[in-house]
């Protein structure tokens, strides 16, 4: 079920920067292999996903902690890519 309130449109908005952000650190990753790139783009596209089924479901009390749960996730492999780069050296 589509919401009808305008926080839908920045909801999409974000969607999108965050896809085109994975397919930045995707490119990045095809010409270094760098696995510090691999992180990231594995992050922004959970970060996609989330803000994408934000933006396209009514959010109850019940799910609501799912995607928090996500952005978790998000943050966790970010910090776990600047880890394992500043490990290697």
């Known amino acids: 079920m589509m919401t009808n309130n305008l926080s839908t449109v920045p909801a999409g908005a ?6 085109a952000t994975t397919l930045l ?10 696995v510090f790139f691999l992180l990231f783009a594995f992050a922004f596209t959970i ?7 934000l933006g396209l479901t009514h ?12 952005r978790l996730a998000v943050f966790a492999l970010i910090i776990a890519a600047i880890t394992v780069k500043n490990r290697s050296r």
Do not use: C, Q
């Not at 974000?14 to 896809?19: H, Q, R």
């Not at 959010?59 to 996500?70: A, H, I, K």
């Open 59 to 70: 959010v109850s009390n019940e799910v609501e902690p799912v995607f928090y749960l996500l």
């Open 14 to 19: 974000v969607a999108m920067g965050s896809f």
């Open 47 to 53: 970060d996609t996903v989330s803000r994408t089924a």
């Open 25 to 34: 650190f995707v490119r990045f990753w095809r010409r270094t292999s760098d």
